[in-house]
Each structure stands twice: as C-alpha cells, then as structure tokens.
C-alpha cells in the first residue's frame, strides 16, 4: 500500500507497471492514461511535461482522460501508462497488485 499526501501541481510523472487501485480521499487528480502499447516511462516533472510535451501531442498520442475527485476509486490495469497531476493538494491511498 502507498500512502500519498501532494501539493497542487505535483503529481507522477507518466509511467506504467502493475495494475493498481487508486484511492481519493482529499482533492482533485487529473490522470492522463495510455493503452500498454502506448505507455512510455518520463523523466520530467510532471507539471513541466503537461506545459512543454502534452500540447505538442498529436490526436494519435493524446492519452484518455479523467478527474479524479474525493471518494472515488481508479483502477489502472497492468502495463497501462498513466500520469497524474495534482490540481488540488491531495491525499490518497494506492495498492499495487500483480494480475
């Protein structure tokens, strides 16, 4: 399990791994999502990546999309990329399984 406590604009960088579920408890998340054969692992800064790399993103390579709000659950499945920026401080909890 991971515990999680975020200032605004903060967040993960895009990555991938095991499938995991995704627990809201304070705040707002926006999370960017990408199938397994589009799911790439950045280095950046989340916040520095959605400003410089995210606009230049091509309709083929935009990722899905959703905001994730107090008291909602997200399941990402294994292997799908998926970065997360805080739009509000947040607090959450994660568990990351093998499926």
Known sequence: YQFMVGPVLTGASPHFHYASFRSMVFGRARWFLWPPARAFYSTRD??????????????????????????????????????????????GMASLFRS
Do not use: A, K, N
């Not at 230049?56 to 390579?61: A, I, K, N």
């Not at 899905?64 to 970065?83: A, K, N, R």
């Open 46 to 91: 989340i916040y520095d990546w959605f400003l410089s790399e995210y606009p230049m993103l091509s309709d083929e390579e935009r990722p899905f999309e959703c905001v994730q709000g107090p008291g909602e659950v997200l399941f990402v499945p294994s292997l799908w990329g998926h970065g997360v920026l805080y739009l509000e401080d947040t607090i």
